[in-house]
């Protein structure tokens, strides 16, 4: 067994969006590795590669011969940039001091801004996820929404670290992004206002389910803390006598590995790794708990598109080294490990080194990790905020329309169909939910109606019966013999 101490930050993207910093990609450093870090740099700068002369000529001929002032500082830093921007690798980053302190501060438990963290993917920027009851969450940005535009500018050729930049500001402001999401014809636009994010990562409840006490224990980030918060909370719902627990970690983007680790160590055998890290030489090392039995209860996952890094990490151990269910969706698929490198000024490179596989080695990135059980929510959960500048009508046809179709066919107002065209059925549902909620009927769908319409569906979305993944997650427990 190999046994090693990791200092670790795992989370699906480059950053999450917020006032106060950022998180980084799935970050794993050693700490052997780390104190050798100073001096394996050093002893490499004292011969300079013959390759590098080219690059040192070129900066000192514009330094020097370049027909206006240059600030040194910044040919480096965009020498820097130009290198790692090269290799073409979302999760690779390089940040200068500010960033670099951003980045440590937004390891706190709470910080200011939308709540939602985004990745690159094919080239595009992408949110992996909103975390719970966040603003971008309230305002309807989902996973997979690819961001085209910020504040009516568009993002074409800003890095994550500037696309970030202009998202975040103060509480109490707020922010416009512009984004295209699958199924949808047109972008649309989502105004969002900032505000404190507190992250509170581990929710548990007990579930009677037909005679049977289930566990919930959700997870919507793993902070440094969540380890420790999860096996508290599980202690006192053992205390419950359990028939079962179901681990949730939908849209839960990642977080520190060591979290993942006191986590696993609770549910993971020594019988098989639940990690492996593969070098760059192809070297696979794995990771083992040292539990002797598995709990005396059977345990299920939760997964969506929204579940990544160090979510995956979990789900793929428990998944693969001990036989229990994954149910949901398709997870988001990070399968690579970074290493931070600090530079000595502040500043930090934060380079992929080494990919992660599941105990039975295999390597998900950009596929996810799929359930063994696949269970979708209901069609209105994936429909669209309304975004209603005008009102929407008899014989209008548009993605609009369409999500207003959802709503309205989910919370049973029957409007007669759900491909975007206004039909006199749709006009008939629009005017029982006005005469429901007490707004003026005119079976036409503007702000107001729009607002109660949205109300309604997000209650709805919130109501745990409704929540067809959970109860199917439930269900399998229940229906288990013991």
Do not use: C
């Not at 001091?97 to 709540?115: M, N, R, V, Y």
């Not at 636009?189 to 566990?215: H, L, M, N, Y």
């Amino acid at each position: 067994m190999v046994k090693k101490k990791w200092v670790a930050v795992l989370t699906a993207s480059s950053f999450i969006i917020g006032a106060g910093g950022m998180y980084g990609g799935l970050n794993v450093l050693d700490e052997k590795e780390n104190t050798a870090q100073p001096q394996r740099m050093a002893s490499e700068q004292k011969s300079t590669p013959d390759e590098l002369h080219k690059v040192q000529t070129v900066y000192e001929v514009i330094a020097n011969q370049y027909v206006e002032k240059v600030n040194r500082t910044e040919l480096i830093e965009g020498a820097i940039d130009g290198m790692v921007s090269s290799l073409k690798d979302p999760y690779s980053v390089y940040m200068d001091a500010d960033t670099a302190k951003q980045f440590e501060e937004a390891l706190d438990s709470s910080f200011e801004g939308i709540g939602a963290e985004i990745t690159v993917v094919e080239g595009k920027l992408t949110i992996v996820a909103p975390f719970k009851d966040s603003p971008a969450e309230k305002a309807g940005l989902k996973p997979k929404d690819q961001i085209v535009t910020i504040d009516g500018k568009s993002v074409s050729g800003l890095t994550i670290y500037e696309a970030t930049k202009k998202i975040r500001g103060k509480k109490g402001t707020t922010v416009t992004v512009g984004i295209i999401r699958p199924g949808m014809t047109k972008p649309l636009d989502i105004k969002v206002k900032r505000e404190d994010i507190p992250i509170e990562t581990v929710v548990a409840k007990v579930r009677e389910k037909q005679g049977k006490r289930i566990g919930l224990i959700e997870m919507t980030s793993f902070s440094e803390d969540t380890g420790k918060d999860f096996k508290a909370k599980l202690k006192k719902l053992e205390k419950k006598e359990l028939d079962g627990l179901v681990i949730d970690v939908r849209g839960n983007p990642g977080g520190f590995l060591t979290s993942v680790e006191e986590i696993l160590k609770e549910l993971v055998t020594e019988n098989k790794p639940y990690m492996q890290i593969e070098e760059k030489s192809g070297r696979k090392v794995p990771y083992f708990s040292e539990k002797k039995k598995v709990k005396p209860y059977p345990v299920a996952v939760l997964t969506d598109e929204g579940s990544a890094s160090a979510s995956e990490i979990l789900a793929g151990a428990l998944k693969e080294a001990e036989g229990y269910p994954i149910i949901g969706e398709t997870s988001f698929g990070k399968g690579t490990v970074q290493q931070p490198v600090p530079l000595g000024d502040g500043s930090n490179l934060k380079l992929t080194t080494h990919k992660w596989l599941t105990p039975n080695g295999n390597w998900i990135h950009k596929k996810g990790i799929r359930p063994d059980i696949e269970v979708r929510q209901p069609d209105y959960f994936y429909a669209h905020p309304l975004q209603v500048n005008k009102p929407l009508m008899r014989e209008m046809n548009n993605d609009r329309v369409k999500s207003a179709q959802m709503m309205l066919d989910g919370l049973g107002y029957a409007p007669g169909r759900t491909d975007g065209y206004f039909s006199k059925e749709t006009e008939d549902a629009v005017r029982a939910l006005q005469i429901k909620s007490g707004v003026k009927v005119t079976g036409k769908i503007n702000k107001e109606t729009a607002r109660k319409l949205e109300e309604q569906w997000t209650a709805e979305m919130k109501e745990e019966k409704n929540d067809l993944q959970l109860q199917a997650a439930l269900s399998y427990i229940r229906n288990l013999d013991r």
